[in-house]
């Protein structure tokens, strides 16, 4: 890649930090004004310099990070599951077509039934606590995953299967050495799609049980006091903050393992 087409890789992304820095401060300060406007009472929309407050104030409560702990033992447990369950599955189905017919119509049900219509049924076979997110976590997860696995082995170079044919090798080494090495970059596509989902559902199912602990836990709690919105929007940023950090993450991983992928051309010049 020429130096001129990475600058202009590199002016995007600056641009594109900057517009998504001066959208945040945009709606900080709407929030900060109709929180103040008395058009809306405090105790339902408090100010969102207050909320910053109390979110920052939640950093340094042993109990609350101990929740986010919790909350974060079970996302990451369930996504190491499903990655666990669906990467190989996905290359089973993406490299021998009988077994992608004969689990088509199960999957084709399966698939479409959301995480959270599950929550009381796991919730009722398993008990609240951190083995019912879990579970719920890894469900949802699978999907991605197991789909975007199935979608980069049918991108592989045929020439390259055929090549390693010609030598001789069999239907296994021709999967790993060029099926997998082509999929990786959308496993990692997927991994990091079903991280964000991760998340959501791990708080979600926390807030539907509603005792126990977790990020979600706190939430629901915040929610049945008095006087507490400022906490429940406390909790969400930090959900938010969660949520955008590992996104980061994970695309900073991808970025230096799959450099050649065509979305990180150039990003590491």
Known sequence: MSPATAGRKRTGRARDALLGAVGVLVAFAACEALG????????????????????????????????????????????????????????????????????????????PVPSVALIPLVSLLLGAGSGTTVALVTYACVWPVLFNTVYGLGETDPLAKDTLRAFGFGRLAVLLRAGLPSAAPFIAAGVRIAAATALILAVASEILAGFGEGLGTFIAQAGMATDGTRDVLAGVVWAGALGLVINLALTAVERRLFPWAPEHRGSRV
Request: net charge positive; with cysteine.
């Open 36 to 111: 103040r406007s008395g058009m809306v009472r405090s105790t339902f929309l408090p100010p969102a310099s207050e909320v910053l407050v109390r979110a920052v104030e939640l950093g340094g409560d042993t109990t609350f990070l101990n929740g986010v702990g919790a909350t974060l033992g079970a996302w990451a447990t369930g996504l190491a599951l499903a990655c666990a369950l669906a990467i190989p599955l996905g290359l089973l189905l993406g490299s021998v077509p009988a077994a992608a017919q004969a689990t088509r119509v199960l999957i084709e049900f399966l698939r």
